[in-house]
C-alpha cells in the first residue's frame, strides 16, 4: 500500500508541498521604517536598475497606518 502511494507522489508530484514566490511572502507582512508603518499590500520586483549588494530589489505598496493613505517603497530581499 506506501508502495503504491509513494509512485502516486512521485507521478503527480508531492500533494503537501506549496510554492511560494518571494512577491506573495512579502504581501501581508509589517513593514516599519522612520516614516512609515504599515502592511505591505502589493509586491513586485523593481522596474529600475536598484541595485543592493547580495540582494534583489523589490517595489512594495504599504498602506500607511500613521497618517493614512499608500506609499511606495524599495526593499532589498536576500536570496542566498
Known amino acids: 500500500m506506501l ?6 507522489i512521485k507521478k503527480e508530484g508531492s500533494p503537501m508541498a506549496n510554492l ?3 512577491e506573495s511572502l512579502l504581501v501581508g507582512k509589517i ?3 522612520r516614516s512609515v508603518e504599515g502592511e505591505i499590500v502589493s509586491a513586485e520586483k523593481h522596474p529600475k536598475c536598484v541595485w ?3 540582494a534583489e530589489a523589490y517595489l512594495v505598496q504599504v498602506r500607511d497606518n ?3 493613505g499608500y506609499t511606495y517603497r524599495s526593499v532589498a530581499v ?3
Open 66 to 68: 500613521l497618517r493614512g
Open 20 to 22: 511560494y514566490n518571494i
Open 3 to 8: 508502495d503504491l502511494l509513494s509512485n502516486k
Open 52 to 54: 543592493y549588494d547580495g
Open 31 to 33: 513593514y516599519r521604517s
Open 78 to 80: 536576500n536570496t542566498d
